[in-house]
């Protein structure tokens, strides 16, 4: 049974920047693909980003293409969501997921989830 971790949210202003990671534990890391999502209390969980198990595919959602980067380093079991340009619309519980199709927007199709990791963007 693996675990994932989220950590790096906070308390920013618009503009701003921070980088979230996402640390695996306990399964194999490598073999799943890692997607961010973000919730909202008034909005269902949103896929954000997605990356391969290799690296060589990722994925985006419009609201942040060219904001946001998604990476991982499987070395060190970790994955990475490097948000630029926050705006308050970003406000939200972030959390990371692993699953075998690359690049899922349904959360249905991911088999481990962390807990989150709350980002709040102040205008």
């Not at 693909?33 to 060589?56: L, N």
Request: charged residues 15%; glycine residues 10%; hydrophobic residues 35%.
């Amino acid at each position: 049974q693996m675990q994932l971790v989220e950590s790096g949210g906070g308390l920013v202003q618009a503009g701003d920047s921070l980088r979230l990671s996402c640390a695996a534990s306990g399964g194999d890391f490598v073999r799943y693909a890692i997607s961010w999502f973000r919730q909202t209390p008034e909005k269902e969980r949103e896929f954000v980003a997605g990356i391969s198990w290799h690296q060589r595919n990722t994925h985006y959602s419009d609201s942040i293409q060219g904001r946001f980067t998604i990476s991982r380093d499987n070395a060190k079991n970790t994955a990475y969501l490097q948000m630029n340009t926050l705006k308050p619309e970003d406000t939200a519980v972030y959390f990371c997921a692993a699953g075998v199709v690359s690049g899922s927007h349904l959360p249905h199709e991911y088999t481990y989830w962390g807990q989150g990791t709350q980002v709040t963007v102040s205008s």
